[in-house]
């Protein structure tokens, strides 16, 4: 899954400043679409370029530099995916390749549709504590996280259980060490129920196999993938633990290490409340809730 790290707790677990098992850990139901908070705002269109120029409803205060998650953007779905972003002012940033900068070409003139979460920076003010994001709570925060375990850097606990949750639907479940109070409690882990597939070996035009650089950690239903290269993979599918998806013949080569933004299969994400109890069952996959 895009089980992703925000930036400054990344930097405070590997400064010993965030303490898995002493402190206090909680899971948060979050509503994206439509939600407009610090650290998540709502796109207004992207276009069909290299790079993608992304436009949100209202001025970000994002910063170049800063990793940035988008997710359920129509039309321009290469947009989709977690991007480090560039010139990033006013209400415009462009997307650039997590893993190593490389711009993000479109496949479309983006809709006004879709959300942009900022997991921030070290250096950033974006996208580090809860304040920037509790406008999207939907219900309370959960009990604490029980039997917390971590190992070869891979944190885990126990399934969490949110009781008698009603409001928006859930597109998506943060993780916050909890101090009691917003401003001080740091935003730990974005959980989506989708994968970053991120070409592992180049697939040329016609393969069926395109090669990724992780296990999938759960099934793929048929979907269209498009890359980091504008091209889109047609009715993709997966096995989960397999590093690969297969999909109909490629009409264009996609070389490594473009990425895609691939859904996963049974992840519960999107929910909607209904007033009764919902669990999260966090990965039992070698990830688990994240992976420093």
């Given at each position: 899954?895009?089980?992703?790290?925000?930036?400054?707790?990344?930097?405070?677990f590997?400064?010993?400043?965030?303490?898995?098992?002493?402190?206090?850990?909680?899971?948060?139901?979050?509503h994206?679409?439509?939600?407009s908070?610090?650290?998540?705002r709502?796109?207004?269109?992207?276009?069909?370029?290299?790079?993608?120029?992304?436009?949100?409803?209202?001025?970000?205060g994002?910063?170049?530099?800063?990793t940035?998650?988008?997710?359920?953007?129509?039309?321009?779905?290469?947009?989709n995916?977690?991007?480090?972003?560039?010139?990033?002012?006013?209400?415009?940033?462009?997307?650039?390749?997590?893993?190593?900068?490389?711009?993000v070409?479109g496949?479309?003139?983006?809709?006004?549709?879709?959300?942009?979460?900022?997991?921030?920076?070290?250096?950033?003010?974006?996208?580090?504590?809860?304040?920037?994001?509790?406008?999207?709570?939907?219900?309370?925060?959960?009990?604490?996280?029980?039997?917390?375990?971590?190992?070869?850097?891979?944190?885990?606990?126990?399934?969490?259980?949110?009781?008698?949750?009603?409001?928006?639907?859930?597109?998506?479940?943060?993780?916050?060490?909890?101090?009691?109070?917003?401003?001080?409690s740091?935003?730990?882990?974005l959980?989506?129920?989708?994968?970053l597939?991120?070409?592992?070996?180049?697939?040329?035009?016609?393969?069926?196999?395109?090669?990724?650089?992780?296990?999938?950690?759960?099934?793929?239903?048929s979907?269209?993938v498009?890359?980091?290269?504008?091209?889109?993979?047609?009715?993709?599918?997966?096995?989960?633990?397999?590093?690969?998806?297969?999909?109909?013949?490629?009409?264009?080569?996609?070389?490594?290490?473009?990425?895609?933004?691939?859904?996963?299969?049974?992840?519960?994400?999107?929910?909607?409340?209904?007033?009764?109890?919902?669990?999260?069952?966090?990965?039992?996959?070698?990830?688990?809730?994240?992976?420093?």
């Open positions: 899954m895009v089980n992703a790290l925000f930036e400054l707790a990344r930097e405070k590997l400064g010993a400043d965030l303490d898995w098992d002493a402190q206090t850990f909680k899971a948060a139901l979050l994206l679409t439509g939600t908070d610090v650290a998540v709502q796109i207004s269109s992207s276009t069909n370029a290299s790079p993608i120029v992304v436009t949100t409803a209202v001025a970000h994002f910063t170049t530099g800063d940035v998650y988008i997710s359920d953007h129509a039309v321009n779905t290469a947009g995916g977690l991007f480090k972003i560039t010139a990033a002012s006013g209400s415009v940033f462009s997307l650039t390749r997590y893993y190593d900068g490389v711009n070409t496949n479309g003139v983006g809709t006004t549709t879709g959300y942009a979460v900022n997991l921030g920076q070290t250096a950033g003010t974006v996208g580090d504590f809860w304040d920037d994001l509790d406008g999207a709570l939907v219900g309370a925060l959960s009990p604490a996280l029980a039997n917390k375990t971590k190992a070869a850097g891979v944190a885990d606990a126990d399934d969490v259980t949110f009781t008698a949750v009603s409001g928006s639907p859930v597109e998506a479940v943060a993780i916050i060490r909890d101090t009691a109070v917003a401003t001080t740091e935003l730990v882990c959980i989506t129920g989708k994968f597939a991120v070409v592992a070996a180049d697939a040329a035009s016609s393969a069926t196999t395109i090669w990724v650089d992780k296990p999938l950690p759960a099934n793929v239903s979907q269209s498009a890359f980091s290269n504008g091209i889109t993979a047609s009715a993709v599918t997966g096995t989960a633990g397999n590093r690969f998806l297969t999909c109909t013949a490629l009409g264009s080569a996609i070389a490594s290490p473009h990425q895609g933004l691939v859904t996963l299969a049974g992840s519960g994400l999107p929910v909607t409340p209904n007033g009764g109890n919902i669990v999260i069952a966090f990965d039992a996959g070698t990830n688990k809730i994240f992976k420093l």
